[in-house]
Nanobody
């Protein structure tokens, strides 16, 4: 069973930066074999994909965060990161880390929640104007 624990959320003013971390543990195979992603959910809205990275290191981003957010994976530390710059009030949400061992050949599908079997509990990000 994979455990994912997010950290790094908080409150920041518009234009500021935060770095989220997601530590993975409890698995048989390391993060080298995982597809991983970041999702967010604001009150009253559906969970949406923010960024994802596949086992080959290919990345994909939602249009709303392109050029501002960067996803990265440190396999040695089994930790996924999301560097968020130029934050906007619309970025306010609970941010979740997700992981999957299943093969997914279509990169864009990694931004859909259904391909992931493991989820963290989330970390809150609040951006004030």
């Amino acid at each position: 069973q994979v455990q994912l624990v997010e950290s790094g959320g908080g409150s920041v003013q518009a234009g500021g930066s935060l770095r989220l971390s997601c530590a993975a543990s409890g698995y048989v195979y390391s993060t080298i074999y995982m597809n991983m992603g970041w999702f967010r959910q604001a009150p009253g809205k559906e969970r949406e994909g923010v960024a994802a990275i596949d086992r080959d290191g290919n990345t994909i981003y939602a249009d709303s965060v392109k050029g501002r957010f960067t996803i990265s994976l440190d396999n040695a530390k089994d930790t996924l990161y999301l560097q968020m710059n130029s934050l906007k009030p619309d970025d306010t949400a609970m941010y979740y880390c997700a992981a999957s061992y299943h093969t997914e050949r279509t990169l864009s599908k990694l931004l859909t929640p259904g391909v992931y079997g493991y989820w963290g509990q989330g970390t809150q990000v609040t951006v004030s104007s």
